[in-house]
Every structure is written in structure tokens, then in C-alpha cells.
């Protein structure tokens, strides 16, 4: 069972960058799958979540309408969409899945699985 998340690097304040999180050794399709991120300093932060089947998602306050979460199952990919980024985006950012039947997971308690973490560095 593996989980690797991809996609981060350097970009200036208002550029894009789009993360993949690529499962493999499981049924991808049956799992929640959620993007955490750590600031340097920080504890880690929920950033999304989405449900299973793709039915529905949620996101933090500080990335709605900038953020998107989405999951191709036939892929066993995740991915994140990040639009307009701002300096304070700048974290490594974790996929990890979960069993869960509703979004709003929050907790990174609520998730069984990690991956390894991909660098965003957002400069101004």
C-alpha cells in the first residue's frame, strides 16, 4: 500500500500549482480522501476533503474558491488545484485517505493513510 503525493515547487504570489496524490495497493475508489498542509512553525491544518465517490467535498475557509479538490478513482489519483496562491499557502502539503462516509474530516485522525508530503513555496 502507497500513497505518493507530487506537484509541489516554487511560484509567485497568484500562480497555480496542481498536486496529485497517487495510490496504489488498495481499492482507491473507497476511500475519502483529504489534503492536510504544515507551515513552517505550525501544527498541521486541514486544507480538504472529498468524499469517496466524489460526491462532495469541503474546504477550509482561508483556500474556498482558490482550492480544488477532485478524485479520478478509475486513476487511483487525487488531486488538488491550487489557483491564486498567497505566501501564507507556503507548507508541505499531505494526501491521505480515509474511511469515512461524509466530508468535513477534519481531524487527521480520521485518516489511516499518508503520504509522504510535497513542498508548496510561495513567494511574493
Known amino acids: 500500500v502507497q500513497l505518493q503525493a507530487s506537484g509541489g515547487g516554487s511560484v509567485q504570489a497568484g500562480g497555480s500549482l496542481r498536486l496529485s496524490c497517487a495510490a496504489s495497493g488498495l481499492f482507491f475508489g473507497s476511500y475519502n480522501m483529504g489534503w492536510f498542509r504544515q507551515g513552517p512553525g505550525k501544527e498541521r491544518e486541514f486544507v480538504a476533503d472529498i468524499m469517496y465517490n466524489g460526491g462532495s467535498t469541503y474546504y477550509e475557509d482561508s483556500v474556498k474558491g482558490r482550492f480544488t479538490i477532485s478524485k479520478d478513482n478509475a486513476k487511483n489519483t487525487g488531486y488538488l488545484q491550487m489557483n491564486s496562491l498567497k505566501p501564507e499557502d507556503t507548507a508541505v502539503y499531505y494526501c491521505?485517505?480515509?474511511?469515512?462516509?461524509?466530508?468535513?474530516?477534519?481531524?487527521?485522525?480520521?485518516?489511516?493513510?499518508w503520504g509522504q508530503g510535497t513542498l508548496v513555496t510561495v513567494s511574493s
Open positions: 491521505a485517505l480515509g474511511p469515512g462516509r461524509s466530508v468535513y474530516q477534519v481531524r487527521p485522525l480520521k485518516y489511516d493513510l
